[in-house]
């Protein structure tokens, strides 16, 4: 009998399983058609509910239809906006606040308060905002007020979208100092603003002048018409040339719309 701290033999610790040989033969090829797996059978996919997901509602006349924007319940996100307030434009401010704040608050459905104070305007959206470009909106009709333009004609800004302000520098144009800067201030408003009033209701914009700034509110090409009037007049070219060309212009805008 051997001794227990005797070591065992190979025999006596391996299992009775049978040995595999592994000698240096190919492995065989297995057939994988039958390992792949037919995903038609273990993911059903409702084909049928995807196409009317995608499938666009048409009426009658086959246009499509979309749905009410007034039905969207997605939320808007909380913004506020700054608006400094100049000092030339503070008393027409509290002249006309009613005016300013009702289209703000009826139609864009913003908060506004104003910080005498501090002198600024502060416009935040509130829970009732639908329009996720309300609080800009609301920022450039105020930019347009105190940039010198009239309430009505700041309001366009809220009900149309092709709208814009372009301000420039007479200095951007030649520059001028002294007497003649003043001259050219006078040629572009011309006596009792009859020529600033002319290239308003030929190019449809409304201009400001502002010491040596100038703002043009208006539609992209009536923006282009009416500053290449004023740069006119800023180089020197007599008034009458530019009415000459205005009464063309005009004619052109009449016959195309």
């Known amino acids: 009998m051997p001794a227990p701290t005797a070591k065992k033999s190979v025999e006596t610790s391996l299992s009775s399983e049978p040995v595999v040989e592994i000698g240096n033969e190919e492995p065989e090829e297995v057939d ?4 792949i797996i037919n995903v038609s059978t273990t993911v059903p996919i409702d084909v049928d509910s995807h196409d009317r997901k995608d499938e666009m509602v048409v009426d009658a006349e086959g246009k499509p239809k979309f749905s009410s924007e007034a039905n ?5 996100d909380k913004q506020r906006r700054t608006i400094a ?3 030339h434009r503070f008393t027409p401010l509290k002249q006309s606040w009613n005016k300013v704040y ?3 608050v009826d ?3 913003l908060q506004v308060k104003m910080d005498p104070r501090r002198k600024r305007i502060l416009i935040r959206t509130s829970k009732d905002t639908k329009d996720r470009g309300a609080i800009q909106k609301g920022y450039d009709f105020l930019r347009a007020f105190m940039l010198g333009f009239d309430v009505d004609d700041a309001t366009a ?3 149309l979208d092709d709208l814009y302000i372009e301000t420039f520098e007479i200095k951007d144009v030649k520059t001028l100092q002294g007497d003649h800067l003043s001259r050219a201030i006078g040629r572009i408003a011309g006596k009792d603003g009859k020529t600033k009033f002319a290239i308003e209701n030929a190019s449809r914009t409304r201009v400001v002048l502002a ?3 100038i703002h043009i509110l208006g539609g992209f090409h009536n923006i282009r018409v009416a500053r290449e009037s004023i740069v006119s007049l800023i180089l020197g070219v007599p008034p009458g040339k530019i009415y000459g060309n205005l009464r063309i212009v005009s004619s052109r805008m009449k ?3």
């Open 32 to 35: 994988m058609s039958d390992v």
């Open 72 to 76: 969207n319940t997605e939320t808007i």
């Open 85 to 87: 307030v100049p000092p």
């Open 102 to 104: 009702f289209p703000l």
């Open 107 to 109: 139609h864009l459905k």
């Open 157 to 159: 800004l809220l009900r």
């Open 211 to 213: 010491d040596s700034k």
């Open 255 to 257: 016959e195309r719309f």
